[in-house]
């Protein structure tokens, strides 16, 4: 247990010798992330609109059973809506010249537990073309549903409109990732150093690792010591200097 303890005592003193270099390594590390957030990574901003799914009802009271099936059509709407059939539409209609594949990775399709309505989510690196993708997408999917599943029950009920505020990047994670990291390097650097460091540090290496016997110890003075002690034989060799010409 007092191994532990001394062990304990130990590491607390290296990070403590060398603590500059752990508040050096945070500070570096703050400072890059701030640099690739604010002056590196693209800022990307995303629009949504929704859509209703509501199903021809044949009487004029709701059935459980039509709300259903209008739940159960909604996961099939969310892989439509991403498919090929519908998107490539929406390319050829804003003559975008991205591929599919790379048009539906900025599209998400979500909706919440038990809802009717979904929503068409799309991420661009200009807001106003964030809103006109999302818009293009859904109209384009109100269209051809018809065509695809012989149904129509697609109701737009909230356009997107362009949100000027950034979803990514995350400026405040950013920071506090490279703060983080920055000072688990220096930590890490502070250890590794300290394992390569196999110089003599007390006497107690001499005494138990060795077997030697220690014949004493030289303390290490300090630089205001080291001044005094300097000024004060400066003092004693002038006063000598003065007491030799008095004599002679």
Do not use: C
């Amino acid at each position: 247990m007092n191994e532990e303890e001394i062990s304990l005592v130990e590491l607390f003193g290296i990070l403590k010798k060398r603590m500059g270099w752990i508040i050096n390594a945070t500070l570096l590390g703050l400072l890059l992330a701030a640099v690739f957030t604010f002056f590196i990574a693209t800022p990307t901003f995303s629009s949504t609109t929704q859509l209703l799914v509501n199903r021809t009802q044949q009487t004029e009271v709701i059935q459980q059973s039509d709300i259903n099936t209008n739940l159960q059509l909604i996961n099939t709407y969310k892989d439509i809506v991403r498919g090929p059939v519908i998107l490539d539409e929406v390319r050829e209609t804003l003559n975008l010249s991205e591929s599919h594949a790379s048009l539906a990775d900025r599209i998400s399709v979500s909706n919440q537990d038990n809802s009717q309505v979904f929503s068409i989510q799309v991420t661009d690196e200009n807001p106003n073309n964030a809103a006109i993708i999302a818009n293009t997408t859904a109209t384009v999917f109100q269209e051809n549903l018809a065509d695809i599943m012989n149904v129509d029950n697609i109701t737009i009920i909230s356009q997107a409109e362009p949100n000027l505020n950034p979803v990514s990047p995350n400026n405040t994670l950013n920071l506090a990732i490279g703060l983080v990291l920055g000072a688990m390097v220096g930590i890490g650097l502070v250890f590794l150093f300290e394992f390569l460091d196999n110089t003599v540090k007390d006497d107690r290496f001499i005494t138990e690792e060795l077997g030697w016997t220690s014949l004493g110890r030289i303390s290490e003075m300090t630089a205001d010591e080291l001044s005094a002690d300097t000024k004060a034989a400066h003092n004693k060799r002038t006063t000598r200097t003065a007491e030799t010409r008095t004599r002679v």
